[in-house]
């Protein structure tokens, strides 16, 4: 499993059905902000932005990147605290949030 950011910002300025829209497609989702979330899944980024983007409006903005532990001190203390549940094991883990390293993390951009 690895923590993805992912930030979108829709044109029409509706959080709310982008969270929702997040939580169908994905089962454990944590809204940061108004446009930012963390999604734990076991897809890379490329393909949480697949499993997003038609979702989108052409106009909407999105950015999905792995979080790595550089990241994690920049996030809220219940941002924090939801990383650090014991079901997601970013305690045990020691090269970031997923299996991967900081420097080969994959990201996927669509505007």
Known sequence: ?????????PKNKNGA?????LRQRFPDVYR???EYW???TARDA???GALVRPALGQHDKMFVAAITR????TLSAAAQLW????GRGWSQ???GLGHIHSEDSPFAIAA
């Open 1 to 9: 499993m690895a923590i993805h950011g992912v930030f979108i910002s």
């Open 17 to 21: 059905a982008v969270d929702m829209m």
């Open 32 to 34: 940061v902000g108004v």
């Open 38 to 40: 963390l999604v734990d």
């Open 46 to 48: 490329d393909q949480v």
């Open 70 to 73: 550089d990241t994690f001190s």
């Open 83 to 86: 990383l650090m549940a014991p």
């Open 93 to 95: 883990r020691e090269d």
